[in-house]
């Protein structure tokens, strides 16, 4: 039985990942908030957010 905290693990590493490859191509589309957008701050704060949802998401799906 899949949980909410799966679903919302899930969701926030595929949104994280689909931001982290568009961020790639042109990354003022995800960092438009920021004065200087470059490749190494989307890596790095879309990278950190993929990982730490993927990984609470196992976490919680028991390995």
Do not use: E, H
């Not at 899949?2 to 919302?8: D, E, L, T, V």
């Not at 590493?13 to 190494?40: A, E, H, Q, T």
Request: hydrophobic letters at 60%; one cysteine or more; charged letters at 15%.
């Amino acid at each position: 039985m899949i949980s909410a905290f799966q679903i919302i693990f899930m969701v926030v590493f595929y949104v994280s990942v689909s931001k982290l490859l568009l961020g790639m191509i042109k990354p003022v589309y995800v960092l438009w908030f920021l004065d200087r957008c470059n490749r190494k701050k989307v890596l790095k704060l879309y990278g950190a957010i993929a990982l730490l949802s993927l990984l609470f998401w196992k976490i919680s799906d028991g390995f």
